[in-house]
């Protein structure tokens, strides 16, 4: 299989990877009664990390660094103003300006690059 097959299939690997870990984390944390729109930003940021890490034909290392900082980029975007929604549990801040969103979808994404930073270090990687 060609190079350029193999790259183009890692990036189909991490785009499936995005949108199932971020279906499956909102639906997740909202059937626990939580905010879905954190879990599902740091379930897919975790899932995007670690699944081009895993799917790089070479230099996995810069590729899941590389879908961090590209998914940075793009969460800042998407999230960056939100608000938390109008809840019971949520109260009084309803409406209110979090950075909650964003911040847990960064720490999927740092979480995944230290898995990735793992699955380096062991033997016969």
């Known amino acids: 299989m060609s190079t350029l097959m193999q790259w183009s299939l890692a990036v189909l690997a991490v785009l499936g990877a995005f949108f ?3 279906i499956t984390g909102s639906l997740a944390t909202d059937m626990l009664g939580l905010w879905h729109i954190p879990g599902a930003g740091f379930f897919a940021a975790l899932a995007v990390v670690v699944t081009a ?10 590729f899941s660094c590389t879908a961090f900082v590209v998914g940075s980029i793009a969460a800042w975007l998407l999230l960056e103003p939100s608000s938390y929604p109008e809840s019971q549990r949520y109260g009084e801040l309803a ?16 979480i995944g690059l230290a898995i990735a930073g793992i699955l380096r270090l062991r033997p016969g990687a």
């Open 53 to 62: 890490y895993l799917a790089a034909p070479k230099r996995k290392v810069l």
């Open 95 to 110: 409406y209110q300006p979090t950075h909650l969103p964003v911040a847990a979808t960064y720490l999927g994404g740092i």
């Open 20 to 22: 199932v870990a971020g």
